[in-house]
Every structure is written in structure tokens, then in C-alpha cells.
């Protein structure tokens, strides 16, 4: 998708990033959780996919010493299966690059195909479990690694 820009996203991003994530997430985060991430945490960076002017996707990384730890990533149900999920992690792999990381990791529900299959065309690999790690389901993590070169 050519019209789709990334930026970071800033305060008043926020109320469309909750209505993505209030359709992607059993569990949301909260606007406070939000706010907190890209106001009072220093490790964090967080962007934003907009088409039309509008937010229809977003994620965020944790820069923690030498490792990007991915926190989350969502594209709004209506704007799926058009290539913005990968123009995010590219994004957030291209932050992560810039700002020397080696690596970079996160967790995904086992049951979570989609991202499962995302982070593995960007050469995340399983490297581990969390038995029961989400509180709502008692799905397991898997846990992902990817080296940057
Ligand atoms: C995961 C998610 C961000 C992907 O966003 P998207 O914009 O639909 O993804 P894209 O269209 O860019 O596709 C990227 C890759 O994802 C994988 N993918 C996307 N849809 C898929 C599907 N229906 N089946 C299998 N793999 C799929 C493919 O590897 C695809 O690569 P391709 O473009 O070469 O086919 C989106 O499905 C989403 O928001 N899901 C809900 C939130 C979520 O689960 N986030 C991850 C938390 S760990």
C-alpha cells in the first residue's frame, strides 16, 4: 500500500488506537497505558499506520539495553490482509536497527496464526514457551527471537 504513511504516534492518537485495540485484544490496554507508554516511558517508541488521515494501525517496541522487545502490534479488522502489518514490523525492525539493538523478541498466543506467520516472514523463530502465560484463555506464549544484522 503505497498511501500508507508511519509516524510516531502522539496524545491524540490515542482514542483511535483504543478502538483497534478494542477489536484486536481480549484483554485491552487502557487509554492510562497508552498515554503512560508514549509520555512517561523513555524505552518505549510507538507508531502509527495512517491512510486518509486516519489511524488504522499501530505498534510498539521497548529498547532495553541491546534487545527491542515488541509490545504489541494491531491493524484495525476492516484495513487486515493489505500489507500494514508488515509496514509496521518493517518499521519497528527499521527503529530497532537505528538504534543499534541486536536483537529483538516478543510473544505471541500459540493460537495466534496470523502474527505467528508475520513474525516468522521477518525471521522471528520460536525459541521457547510460556506455559499459561495469558491470564484470560491460559493460552501458552510462544516466545520469539530475531538477530539484527
Ligand atoms: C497480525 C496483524 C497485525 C497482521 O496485520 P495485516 O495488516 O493483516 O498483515 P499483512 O496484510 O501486512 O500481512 C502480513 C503477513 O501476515 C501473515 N498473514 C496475514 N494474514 C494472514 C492469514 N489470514 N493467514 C496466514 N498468515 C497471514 C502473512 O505472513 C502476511 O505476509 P504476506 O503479506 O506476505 O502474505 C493483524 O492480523 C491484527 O491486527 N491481528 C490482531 C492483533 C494481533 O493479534 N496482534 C499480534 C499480537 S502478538
Do not use: Q
Not at 509516524?7 to 485484544?25: G, W
Not at 502509527?48 to 539495553?65: C, F, K, Q, R, T
Amino acid at each position: 500500500m503505497d498511501n500508507i504513511k508511519v509516524r510516531y504516534m502522539k496524545e491524540n492518537d490515542i482514542d483511535s488506537v483504543l478502538e483497534i485495540e478494542k477489536l484486536s485484544f481480549s484483554t485491552p490496554w487502557s487509554k492510562k497505558s497508552f498515554k503512560m507508554e508514549i509520555k512517561g516511558n523513555k524505552l518505549s517508541r510507538y507508531i502509527v499506520a495512517i491512510n486518509n488521515e486516519e489511524v488504522v494501525g499501530y505498534a510498539g517496541v521497548w529498547l532495553i539495553v541491546d534487545e527491542g522487545h515488541v509490545t504489541n502490534i494491531a491493524v484495525h479488522p476492516k484495513e487486515r490482509k493489505k500489507g500494514i502489518g508488515n509496514i509496521l514490523l518493517e518499521a519497528l525492525i527499521d527503529i530497532c536497527k537505528e538504534k543499534d539493538m541486536d536483537r529483538m523478541t516478543l510473544e505471541v498466543r500459540e493460537n495466534n496464526i496470523i502474527a505467528h506467520e508475520l513474525y516468522k516472514k521477518y525471521g522471528f523463530e520460536d525459541c521457547g514457551k510460556r506455559p499459561g502465560y495469558y491470564a484470560d484463555t491460559k493460552e501458552d506464549a510462544i516466545i520469539m527471537w530475531k538477530e539484527i544484522y
